[in-house]
């Protein structure tokens, strides 16, 4: 995306990528996507990226401070998308240190005050429907907190207003945004779609063989 595109957008993607993979084994970012998918012999970080920067929307991708870009993504990719990495210091304490992180960057970046929504997609779920995230963004505001749900049960990405940024920026540990979604549940609008994506995340090979089944 254009500079002078991402000044008028007033929503962002925060991909979160900057977990340990305890579970999978090894790291599961650099994990190939089965065969058979559209995205075959493709990581599983860059599927997801892949859907990200279809959307045309501005994005920041959260890696750990240690993570080499070159190796995750190529060359070409660190050179080309080097100002949209965010380094998430405290990763080591889960996904909420991570998202704190992430938050307190976005709230204290003034060439980003425009934005007025972002939306968390976890590394991990390259299989979420661009339309899905096409539909959280048409419900987003400032003030509310749009989440997706598929057969009655809610998944991923999550659309946080910049309303509930500094509460976001102050997770310190823990499993992520959990408890700011419950302290406002009045402010919560849950979009229903047609996407079993929202609820396929990857945490073990055998979930990833099974991703697109």
Not at 45 to 71: F, G, N, Q
Not at 132 to 144: D, F, G, I, K, Y
């Amino acid at each position: 995306m254009s500079d002078a595109r991402e000044t008028q957008a007033t929503a962002l993607i925060l991909v979160m990528a900057a977990g340990q993979s305890r579970r999978f084994g090894s790291d599961k970012r650099l994990a190939r996507l089965p065969r058979g998918s559209d995205s075959s012999d493709t990581s599983l970080l860059a599927a997801t990226l892949a859907r990200v920067m279809s959307l045309e929307m501005p994005w920041r991708l959260v890696l750990r401070e240690d993570d080499d870009v070159k190796a995750l993504l190529g060359e070409r990719f660190a050179r080309t998308h080097g100002s949209s990495i965010w380094r998430a210091p405290h990763a080591a304490l889960g996904l909420g240190a991570s998202l704190g992180d992430a938050f307190r960057q976005l709230a204290e970046n003034d060439s980003l005050e425009h934005i007025q929504s972002a939306t968390v997609w976890l590394a991990d779920m390259p299989a979420v429907a661009v339309t899905t995230v096409q539909t959280l963004r048409a419900h987003a505001s400032e003030e509310c907190i749009v989440r997706p749900v598929f057969e009655g049960a809610p998944g991923h990405p999550v659309v946080f207003g910049r309303r509930f940024w500094p509460e976001l920026a102050m997770l310190e540990c823990g499993d992520g945004a959990r408890e700011v979604i419950a302290c406002h549940r009045d402010c919560l609008h849950e979009v229903a779609v047609c996407d079993a994506g929202i609820h396929r995340d990857v945490d073990t090979p055998a979930m990833l063989a099974g991703l697109y089944e």
